[in-house]
Structures are given as C-alpha cells and as structure tokens.
C-alpha cells in the first residue's frame, strides 16, 4: 500500500453522500459529508465507485428531484449521473445525468424508485463473492404504493455483460429496508469484493452476517 487507508465507504443518508476509511470495516473515521465542485440538484445518492488506471475516481449517484408536474406529493423524477473526483473522493465534480427517466413516465412511479430497477424492486451490482465466483445483485422490494418493505432479496450472475443470466431473485430477509449492501470481512475487501461470509448492511446499518453457500 502507499500509506493511504485501503477502505473507503460510502454511505448516502437523506441525499446526502458521505465518505469514511480507515485500515477495515470495524476501524474508519466517522463519516463526513463530501464536497462537490459543482452539486447535482436536490437529493443524490452515490451508489457506485470505479478507479481508473491514473488514479481518477468516477461514481455513479442515483439523482432524486422534486415532480413539481404532480404538484405538492412528495412524488420525484429520478435519473442516473455520473461524476468524477481527482482526491480519493473527497471532492466530486458532476458531469451530468447518463440516464433519465421522462417526467411523463417517471413521476407516476412514486418517491423512492430508481430507474434501474422496476418500480417494486431497488437493487445494485457491486459484490463479486470470490468464493462463489458470481456476482451478487441485493434487492430490496416493496409490496405498496407507500413501499412498505416486504423483503431482501439475492440474484447471482456469472457476467455481468449478460443481463439475461441472473438468476431469479430469491428471499433471504424477510421486512429489512433500504439500501441492501454486502461489504467483506477479508483483509482487502470492500463492498465490491467479499468471500464466503460477510457483512449486510440496511439502511447504513448492519446487524446480520451473511454465509454463502455452493
């Protein structure tokens, strides 16, 4: 390593995007918000972190703003953006949304549903599990229109470039909430790689251990 911390998390609460690391999962400094260059509008929740070869970060933050063509109902119209941090990410430049949702489609859908997902179901790509060898897509589905939560669930790929080969998602978590996320216990390991047994995360939180099986 070059001295820096090899764990870095990032957790988005309220909209808000924050940033901790530290040498593993039990030892990171407390969260703190990051800074942006110049901000998406309203709520953005950074879901996705890739490095390039030069040492460029770019994420991937699922964007929330009011549907003002609904009136006062709390109801959004959501998009997917792309953004670029040259410090570890601590400091993120937007570079605008990459996918979005028409206003005459998407508001209808409700608060809370992301265009990559249907609108029962969140999820997000992230975990390879070195010891299944596939990755992992963890799902959180709601079963009303207030998305009252009805369960965690798990798909399994073997590729990612081959949309059609996940497996149908299967219940591992009855109620839980949002933002279901997998980080690993093994040295090296973050919420991109795990092994066979690691760590669940809800909403920020983790009170549950997953084992995967063969």
């Given at each position: 390593?070059?001295?820096?911390?090899?764990?870095?998390?990032?957790?988005?609460?309220?909209?808000?995007?924050?940033?901790?690391?530290?040498?593993?999962?039990?030892?990171?400094?407390?969260?703190?918000?990051?800074?942006?260059?110049?901000?998406?509008?309203?709520?953005?929740?950074?879901?996705?972190?890739?490095?390039?070869?030069?040492?460029?970060?770019?994420?991937?933050?699922?964007?929330?703003?009011?549907?003002?063509?609904?009136?006062?109902?709390?109801?959004?119209?959501?998009?997917?953006?792309?953004?670029?941090?040259?410090?570890?990410?601590?400091?993120?430049?937007?570079?605008?949304p990459i996918l979005e949702a028409p206003?005459?489609?998407?508001?209808?859908?409700?608060?809370?549903?992301?265009?990559?997902?249907?609108?029962?179901?969140?999820?997000?790509?992230?975990?390879?599990?070195?010891?299944?060898?596939?990755?992992?897509?963890?799902?959180?589905?709601?079963?009303?229109?207030?998305?009252?939560?009805?369960?965690?669930?798990?798909?399994?790929?073997?590729?990612?470039?081959?949309?059609?080969?996940?497996?149908?998602?299967?219940?591992?978590?009855?109620?839980?909430?949002?933002?279901?996320?997998?980080?690993?216990?093994?040295?090296?390991?973050?919420?991109?790689?795990?092994?066979?047994?690691?760590?669940?995360?809800?909403?920020?939180?983790?009170?549950?251990?997953?084992?995967?099986?063969?």
């Amino acid at each position: 390593m070059d001295g820096q911390p090899h764990l870095h998390v990032f957790t988005s609460v309220n909209g808000i995007p924050h940033r901790s690391e530290g040498p593993d999962l039990a030892d990171r400094t407390p969260a703190v918000a990051v800074t942006w260059v110049n901000p998406p509008e309203q709520g953005v929740w950074l879901e996705a972190v890739v490095a390039d070869d030069a040492g460029t970060w770019y994420g991937y933050y699922h964007n929330e703003r009011a549907g003002v063509e609904c009136g006062d109902t709390g109801k959004v119209t959501p998009r997917i953006g792309a953004a670029r941090s040259s410090d570890r990410g601590v400091t993120w430049e937007d570079l605008g949304p990459i996918l979005e949702a028409p206003p005459e489609t998407s508001v209808p859908l409700g608060r809370g549903t992301t265009p990559k997902a249907s609108p029962t179901r969140c999820g997000a790509v992230g975990s390879l599990h070195t010891y299944l060898n596939r990755y992992v897509m963890l799902l959180n589905r709601a079963s009303d229109v207030h998305f009252t939560q009805e369960g965690i669930y798990v798909s399994l790929s073997e590729s990612l470039d081959q949309p059609g080969r996940w497996s149908a998602p299967r219940l591992i978590l009855p109620g839980g909430s949002w933002y279901p996320q997998v980080v690993g216990l093994e040295p090296g390991d973050t919420d991109k790689t795990a092994g066979r047994v690691a760590r669940l995360f809800l909403h920020g939180t983790s009170s549950y251990l997953l084992e995967f099986q063969r």
